[in-house]
């Protein structure tokens, strides 16, 4: 039987971008007939593998080594290029976090073969075992299909693109994995600085209102801000607002950027390319305001209003005020 | 120290939506009309070697493109800003999603050039594949830093401030090495000098043929994707209307 | 006068002669060290000027207040300086009779009235500087010094004439403040000699406030009254849009741009000795005016006092400070004598130069020293580095737009050039009405326009690039060159005679600019502006107002419609051709309009403080208008921004058009 391995990298307890992979990892196993699998490096891996059986996978792969204490890329990627040799997957699962990001090319170099990032759905075929996974390109003016027919196919999921995975007790085997060797860190790291958000994390926000060109200039997020504060939501912001300068890029939201998936999505003065979109796509509600009727981000908002911010986020502010 | 930045000539990425078009029949964008530019993400790999040549005396910086001729136009570019050299790799080939075989020839340049470090932008603004440079360094077996935003010379090794998902690493290395970059306020690509473009125009781009191997993903389809989303405008006749309208739409739809 | 006194004259005057032709040929040496250029040719047309700004004072009396009392000051010292002959002719030499005129009464009358005259002015002069203080005017003691001596002048001449009419009243007779003086000292009741000692005094004390007041003019800000002339007969001759000088890039350039004093023109030197600190030019400076670091008065005087400093040893024989002197020469102006900061600041308006009643021409000065910064340093304000990135990348400024330059019309609505070409008349879009969802419903309503009046017209669609008005204003000198360049090949192209847009940048790009690349530009092109093609319709009754308009409607002048080009009226008269537009002006109008702050790459940089454009907004309210007409894409940009903000508080809603857009709606057919 076929594996679908998904790729965790947590320590301790499973994060939402693993119950992302699962979630995925957990269909398209059954469109493949596949077993799931997951591959759980640490230097203390029970928990993970613990929760891992929880929500599905029923062979563990677990890498242990003191080593391997805390992320490195190189130690993780020694450790995951063992686990693939030990079980031949099919699918390699992981996400668009800067993990994900950084060691799928690698193993599927290493592997002879060639990753995909960002898969935002795929198509698979039970009878030939053929997936075709769908991939924004071009900014997302395209979407590409990629047939990954040679296994092992290993492909980077878009954060957010995919829901996490319910709760599922199976019988799990776990299998302990030794690779033959782990190599050091090339790079020793001199500090690590958590960015402090104020608030709500961006990706974490129920309501996000995100400002762009249309602004004009950095002084209207204060408008913006208050609003977010006022619903228990966060600020986002278009490239072009942080190319600007009018505020910090740990806000930009986009294909390049954060990916979030909040309930209200609120667009303002922003044109609706499609890099920002992407960043967004997955709001339940997309609410677009806009000077131009003919914006492109009235394509993608679920709700539209035609008019300047100046005029409708004031007395926005005091509905919500009121409500709260 | 040789550094060797990548580069690629790509479809403007800024070709608004509603202008962007398929060959009639391929699985290619169409050209025609369109402005070809540098990848953005290239120009901030660029500028992070331009930053650090400066700070480190005897650094050459070599922009290499692998492409058609026309692609040496992203060459002057580089050499306008000041590049010591300027490499093309030929492949007149349509190269998509081809990141093994991209990558192997620029490794093979790094090899030829005798480059102490390569530098790639994370990923290519058109086809957004997103490894070329991690795929390079397995190539050459030399270590990757993914998603860095700046390399400053310290004490005989490189420090590399690299971006993470919230907040950012300070990574200490030593060459050979190559680096992943993106954007950052501090790697926003530098305009050119007047002199400088015309001098450029001058300069001769040399030529290193490496043969391309491997295999490219195989490309089922290419679409432009259908909006589906029927946007509803909220009607009002000033913004406070407006205001109320949305709030209360927003309310039926049990989002708020 | 005995023959020491002669003596003793003769040595005055010859020093105080020689000490002001020695300081004006150093002026003339400093001028010496400006680059050459060429401003000899139509010479009866700098005769002429010299007639009219200087003797006739045209531009002075612009001003009512201060442009009357210096023509009482200008031309009494003129009259003055006739009866100063006979004045001292007759001290020196007693009997002294100047010919023609020495006998007259009529002379001697005039002489007094316009004395009169002079001190008239100086009060006023007084009553405005010390009183009134207008913020334009500096405080330094120079001003008391001139406006002393001045007053000093003129009453040592009324004391020593009335004294000696008191001896020999003979051809006084008409001239009253003499005949009243004479009287006043006659009723003293002293003796001749005695009149005539004090008569002698008064004359040499007037005598030596003269040689003092010309020795003073050359080193103080009255250097004007030399210099005026020369630079209103060296002034420019063309239109402001051609102010701007073309660098030839095929020859090698040593400095690209203005870095040093002596990288300016001997006339841009002249302009800088001229100065007379009038302050006209920053009372109508948007930049000054809207708290930015730049005045238009101060950026010349700190050039000027840089100048002159550098001068300072040069003609004067000293060789022993010259490498002193060879480092400020050397001395980089930007950072030192003026900011990056002042130099950005500028909107290119011209407000200065039209206002400037000595003609100095302020705008190039900034923009050679920007072309230093662009094309040398790569060095622009955050905002301008992206627009001038994508001008090089995309043929467009608009970085992040998400229009494409036929998103403005429908599919076959309007015919591209590219497609097929058999159209005389182009309708040069621009980049602004093309990409900007506002100022697309410009490039809608003139197409319209033009359809409705049968005029066979085409685009150039994708083909179309920006015309490098942006590049140029910002300094870069030479992406404009390259833009152009492709451009007037691209026109070549086609069958196109007439080119017509409706953005007054492009429009002044194409008629005072392009011309300077291609010198048949002009022959092969005609130029309008679509307000001007609009009033050429309207007059050939090809298209015809159908229904009123009733607005009270204000019009901003585009700086570059107006001052530039000077096409005030044409745009008024066609709003004055739709029935119930009732017209207003604002305060600030025409040849003095207010900067919209989009000019000169000021629609990509970001402003601190009070913002130009909210200014201009402030100044649409006070004239009590219901609609902004504009005629420009940036003023719309700008302005519809402006309008926005400052309309909390208004009482009536201000709304922003286009020209093109009232006379769209003004010549709809309507279906009774």
Known sequence: MSLVLTCLMDQGVLSRDSLEIIGAGKSIASELGAELAAAVIGAETGAICEAAGEYGASKIYSVQDAALENYYCEGYLAALEAVCRECQPAVVLFVTNAQGRGMAPRLARRLGKTALVDCLSFDADKETGRIVFTKPVFG?????????????????????????????????????????????????????VEEQQEGVRLEDARVVVSGGQGLGGPEHFALLEELAGLMGGAVGASRVAVDSGWVSSSKQVGQTGKIVAPDIYLAVGISGACQHMAGCSGSKVIVAINTDPEAPVFGSARLGVVGDFKDILPPLINRVKEMT | MQIMVCLKQILDPELPPREFRLEEGEMTPATEGVHLVMSPFDQNGLEVGLQLREKMPGTTVTAVTVGPEGAGDVLRKALAVKADRAVRVPLEQDCKLSGNIIAGMLAGAARELGADMVICGRQAGDWDGGQIGLILAEELGWPVANLVTGIEPGSGKLVLKCELDEGYEVLEGNTPLVAVVTNHETNVPRIAKVKDTMAAMRKKLELIDIDPQGNSLELASLEIPVKEVNCEIVPGEDGVEKADNLIKRLSELKVL | MGLLGIIVF?????????????????????????????????????????????????????????????????????????????????????????????????????????????????????????????????????????????????????????????????????????????????????????????????????????FGFLVFIPYSKHMHLIACPFNTFFRSLSPMGKMLQPINFEDEQETLGTQKINDF????????????????????????????????????????????????????????????????????????????????????????????PVMIEHVPKNVDLRRYLAMEEASYPSGVDNAIRSLEDRGHPYKGTMASRSSWYRDSWVEDLVKENNKEVLFWVGCTAALDDRNMKIAQAFAELLKRSGVSFGILGEKESCCGDPARRLGNEFLYDCIARENIELLKNYKVKTIVTTCPHCYNTFKNEYPQIDGEFSQKYQVYHHTEYLAQLLKEKKLTVESSFTETITYHDPCYLGRYNEIFDVPREVLQNISGVKPVEMQRTRGRSFCCGGGGGGAWTEEEGVRVNHMRAEQVFESGADVLCTACPFCMTMMNDGIKVKQAGQDKVVKVYDLAEILEIATQKTDI
């Open chain 1, 140 to 192: 997302g003016k395209a979407m590409a299909q990629v047939a990954m027919s040679d296994a092992p196919a290993v492909v980077v999921l878009r954060r957010r693109s995919f829901e996490p995975a319910q709760p599922e007790q199976v019988t799990a085997e776990t299998i302990q994995v030794k690779p033959s060797a782990i190599p050091p860190n090339p790079f020793k790291l001199i500090e690590r």
């Open chain 3, 10 to 210: 003769v040595i005055v005057l010859v020093a105080a002669v020689g000490l002001f032709a020695r300081a004006v040929y150093q002026r003339y040496l400093i001028l010496r060290l400006g680059k050459p250029e060429d401003r000899f040719d139509q010479i009866g047309e700098r005769v002429k000027s010299v007639l009219v700004y200087v003797f006739g004072q045209k531009k002075v009396l612009d001003e009512a207040y201060p442009g009357l009392l210096h023509v009482f000051i200008f031309w009494g010292f003129l009259v003055l300086a006739l009866g100063e002959l006979q004045f001292f002719g007759e001290g020196l030499f007693p009997g002294f009779v100047l010919p023609l005129l020495g006998h007259s009464p009529v002379f001697f009358l005039i002489q007094n009235v316009f004395a009169i005259l002079v001190l008239v002015g100086v009060l006023m002069a007084c009553w405005r500087r010390y009183v009134v203080k207008p913020d334009r005017l500096d405080h330094n003691p120079e001003a008391a010094i001139i406006l002393s001596l001045i007053t000093g002048v003129v009453l040592t001449l009324f004391i020593a004439d009335g004294l000696r009419a008191a001896m020999h009243p003979a051809g006084s007779e008409m001239a009253p403040v003499t005949v009243f003086l004479a009287g006043l000292f006659i009723k003293q009741g002293w003796s001749q000699s005695t009149l005539n000692t004090l008569y002698y005094a008064f004359w040499w004390i007037h005598a030596l406030i003269m």
């Open chain 3, 265 to 356: 023109t001997w006339k841009q030197l002249l302009d800088l000795l001229t100065c007379t600190q009038c302050g006209r030019c920053q009372d109508n400076c948007p930049a000054y005016l809207s708290d930015t670091p730049l005045s238009s008065k101060r950026f010349i005087n700190n050039l000027k006092d840089h100048l002159l400093e550098c001068g300072k040893e040069i003609g004067s024989g000293n060789t022993s400070n010259s490498s002193e002197n060879e480092s400020l020469l050397e001395k980089s102006l930007i950072g030192s004598v003026i900011t990056e900061e002042e130099l950005w600041s500028c909107k290119t308006c011209g407000a200065c130069q039209y206002v400037c």
